[in-house]
């Protein structure tokens, strides 16, 4: 029953009422991206939603412009990071545009993490069971990999361990939390997200 109404109506509530106190704090953030390091202040790309339905995601853009075919997999350190991109992404608030997502539908506040098309058509049997829930902002694997990129900085091959280590073991989370999913869950996510922990 939360999966079915109760999810979306706390995703919608939560997004109206936060967005407009949002939008002071969003534009200071948009002038901060742009006067680091020019335009476009956004980052919008093509990710996998609910039913495998593609949805452009938004975020505050962290990186220098992208060269078609570059790696979608960033580590510490990255040189492609701007120094107002490291401050955003340490607070994770590049992420606060995706609120809109929220808003219209295409993402929850919690729920997997929405993959890009390449890594989305890997799911297989039970694991595309992970796209009957609406990509979140935060959840379980999530959490889990906070220090995600910390961890692929150690790695000799970063794409190889994120595709064979760390992507399997967040589909795995990711179901669990589809089979287990609940209101209060949820509120646990979004808390421990606004607390750093």
Known sequence: ??????????????????????LLPGALLAVAVWAGSGRP??????????GGKPFRIAKFRTMVVRAPGDSTVTVAGDTRMTSVGRFLRRCKLDELPQLWNVLVGDMSLVGPRPDVPGYADRLQGEARRVLELRPGITGPATLAYRNEEDILSHQPDPVRYN??????????????????ASLGKDLGYVWRTALGK
Do not use: C, H
Request: glycine share 4%; charged share 30%.
């Open 1 to 22: 029953m939360y999966l079915r109404y109760g999810k979306r109506l706390l995703d919608f509530t939560v997004a109206l009422v936060s967005l407009p106190f949002l």
């Open 163 to 180: 595709d064979e280590v760390i992507w399997p073991d967040k589909v795995r989370l990711n179901l669990e939390y589809l089979d287990a």
């Open 41 to 50: 202040v956004f980052y919008r790309q093509e990710r996998v939603g609910r």
